[in-house]
């Protein structure tokens, strides 16, 4: 599918999977191409509505970006932080919004209690990429046969590899990787890591869970997406496939947005 926007031309594939080992699909994702926003979302807590957390978070961001769209002086839910642009702001307030409204609906239902998500946010305004994310699902970006990772994981293993040096066998073997340090839904408030660069002509932005990378290497990835080519509904699928022969252990959630320059 493609959209239009001033100064980008934007082309998306989505999609999600169960994967071979689970029952329910926790993960959630979320295009709205009016507001040039993708979003991918890895609920937590099983019997907790990991999968509610997900929706949640998803529903509530598109809604804030539909209604400060709209008017723009509607009231915002927090005040605008110093030194960040607008765009980073706006995204800010909208996940935070989202971690609150799980955060809420937590504390007042027994049998949600403990549940939350993960997310990660792509939106385009003019000829920049803005992102925003909480958790340990990932935005990579393919530019000129360069394949990176550009946002943080905030997981104990991030935290560990910075504090100390360890070896590939080490993080290999580490024993807590599941583990998160951040995520919406576990406090009434929360820190949003925001970012901004300019988009250049066809970049590739992958959006996924740890459903994939957990599965297959950025080595894979980078494979699959030059292969591929414009292919993108081809490459989501290869990309899950894959995920699932080398075992498909969790929920698998990518989306692929293709920039191209107007």
Not at 237 to 254: F, R, W
């Amino acid at each position: 599918m493609t959209v239009s926007i001033v100064a980008l031309k934007l082309r998306y594939a989505g999609n999600t999977h169960v994967g071979m080992k689970r029952q329910l699909n926790e993960d959630n994702l979320c295009v709205v191409a009016e507001q040039n926003l993708y979003m991918v979302a890895d609920g937590m807590g099983g019997h907790a509505h990991g999968e509610v957390a997900s929706q949640m978070a998803v529903d509530t961001v598109a809604n804030f970006f539909r209604e400060t769209s709209q008017d723009e002086d509607v009231t915002w839910p927090y005040k605008m932080e110093k030194g960040k642009r607008y765009e980073e702001n706006r995204l800010s307030a909208g996940i935070k919004l989202s971690n609150l409204r799980i955060h809420e609906m937590g504390a007042q239902s027994s049998d949600k209690k403990g549940m939350g998500t993960t997310i990660v946010a792509l939106f385009f305004a003019g000829n920049l990429a803005f992102t925003g994310h909480v958790g340990d699902s990932r935005i990579y970006r393919l530019r000129e046969g360069s394949f990176e990772q550009i946002t943080e994981d905030h997981s104990l293993l991030n935290d560990y590899i910075k504090m100390k040096d360890l070896t590939p066998q080490e993080i290999e073997n580490f024993p807590h990787k599941n583990v998160i340090v951040r995520a919406l839904g576990m406090k009434a408030t929360v820190q949003v890591d925001v970012s901004h660069a300019e988009a250049q002509d066809k970049d590739i932005f992958l959006l996924c869970s740890d459903g994939l990378n957990g599965m297959i290497t950025d080595d894979d990835m980078h494979r699959i997406l030059k292969a591929r080519g414009d292919d993108l509904e081809g490459a989501v699928n290869e990309l899950i496939e894959l995920a699932n022969d080398n075992g498909g252990t969790d929920n698998i959630t990518v989306v692929l947005v293709e920039v191209s320059r107007t």
